[in-house]
Each structure stands twice: as structure tokens, then as C-alpha cells.
């Protein structure tokens, strides 16, 4: 069976910090991994995924991730944070056509 | 370009009632899913539809629960006589199965049920 765990459900971080948001996964098969982004009250919105093409992945806003399989690590970075960055982070694995499998989520925030 | 739509986008009903959601995916995605969300945890599976066929059911999907996509298109989920526990943000997402296989799901902003 698959299984995501986000380390850390709160993260609080400065404007201009780096961005660390941790995630495991466990996987029998190769997996397909993704991180989603959440604001509220509104839907997920994709930041990255991988799918085996690159270890080292980037997406959208700055955010990066790169797949570790020794340490079956997925986690998400961003050398600078931004106050707009502050939302709920979610890492999420499947299989090829299959349901999304989420981890209970990171919540994100940035003073200035 | 127009993305997955949910209706509504919120609903209060009192226990007891039944309550139907509505789900429009992108229109060339053959795959729905529907998922269920509460407070501070991830979305979690409930079910999928091939086309208008269902593939697969959580555990988490009660007999209260049922699904359709008729025509496979757009796809109702309807909870009957709803309970407080199905407070929660119901999320719809599509997807083009095949190639790529990793089947991304693009996300509709989500139907939030409140159950008093």
C-alpha cells in the first residue's frame, strides 16, 4: 500500500527564507509523486510532480523538489519566501491512473 | 480554457436532509474522481469514473453515498440523509487518462457541506 507523511504540520518562516516543507512516501512500485497547493476556501492547485524523467524537479512560483529514492523523500523547497506563499502545502503519490494518495498537509506561514 | 466547476460552492443542511453536488470536469478529460476533505487533514479518495463507468469505491463511500456520470460527462454525488460527520469539503478533479500515465488531476475549488 502507498502512504505519504508530511513531517511537520505547521512551518513558519521569514520573507526572503528559505522554504523546506518535508515529505516521505512509501511505495511498493516506482511511484508517481506530486505537491499541491491549497488557499482557502479553494480548490488544489498543482506546484510539481515527478514522474521519473528527472530526480530534481521544478514547478511553478519558484518551488522546487527533488526525489530521493534511498531516502524516499520528496521534499519541497524555495530559496526565498514570499508572503503570498503562505497557504496549505499538500505531497500526494499514485500510481499510474489511480487516485491520489495525501498527506495530511503543511501549513506555510511567512511574517515580514 | 475553462477549468473543473463545482455547484454550489457551499451548502448548510439540517441532519437528516439529502443533499446532491454537481461536478463539471474539463471537457476532453475522461476521468473524474471525487474526494472528501475535513478540517486539517488531506482530501481523502472516494470514488472515480471511467467515462460513465465507476471504477472504484473507498470504504469511506457509505451506502448513504452514491455516485453517477451519466453520458460521461458531468458527475453528481449525492449524500443521503447526511449526518454532522459529512461536514466537510467535497473536491472534484478530472483527468485525461493515458499518456502521460502519471494522470494528473486538475482540481475544482471544491463543494464545502455544512451539516447542522
Known amino acids: 500500500a502507498q502512504s505519504v507523511t508530511q513531517l511537520g504540520s505547521h512551518v513558519s518562516v521569514s520573507e526572503g527564507a528559505l522554504v523546506l516543507l518535508r515529505c516521505n512516501y512509501s511505495?511498493?512500485?516506482?511511484?508517481?509523486l506530486f505537491w499541491y497547493v491549497q488557499y482557502p476556501n479553494q480548490g488544489l492547485q498543482l506546484l510539481l510532480k515527478?514522474?521519473?524523467?528527472?530526480?530534481l524537479v521544478k514547478g511553478i512560483n519558484g518551488f522546487e523538489a527533488e526525489f530521493k529514492k534511498s531516502e524516499t523523500s520528496f521534499h519541497l523547497t524555495k530559496p526565498s519566501a514570499h508572503m503570498s506563499d503562505a497557504a496549505e502545502y499538500f505531497c500526494a503519490v499514485n500510481q499510474a491512473g489511480t487516485a491520489l494518495i495525501f498527506g495530511k498537509g503543511t501549513t506555510l506561514s511567512v511574517s515580514s | 480554457d475553462t477549468g473543473v466547476s463545482q455547484d454550489p460552492r457551499h451548502k448548510i443542511t439540517k441532519r437528516g436532509q439529502n443533499v446532491t453536488f454537481r461536478c463539471d470536469p474539463i471537457?476532453?478529460?475522461?476521468?473524474l474522481y471525487w474526494y472528501r476533505q475535513t478540517l486539517g487533514q488531506g482530501p481523502e479518495f472516494l470514488t472515480y469514473?471511467?467515462?460513465?463507468?465507476?471504477?472504484?469505491k473507498s470504504r469511506l463511500l457509505s451506502d448513504r453515498f452514491s455516485a453517477e456520470r451519466p453520458k460521461g460527462s458531468f458527475s453528481t454525488l449525492e449524500i443521503q440523509r447526511t449526518e454532522q460527520g459529512d461536514s466537510a469539503m467535497y473536491l472534484c478533479a478530472s483527468s485525461l487518462q493515458g499518456v502521460p500515465s502519471y494522470n494528473e488531476q486538475f482540481f475544482g475549488p471544491g463543494t464545502r457541506l455544512t451539516v447542522l
Open positions: 515527478y514522474t521519473s524523467a528527472a530526480t
Open positions: 511505495s511498493s512500485v516506482p511511484p508517481y
Open positions: 471537457s476532453e478529460h475522461n476521468r
Open positions: 469514473f471511467q467515462n460513465e463507468a465507476q471504477l472504484e
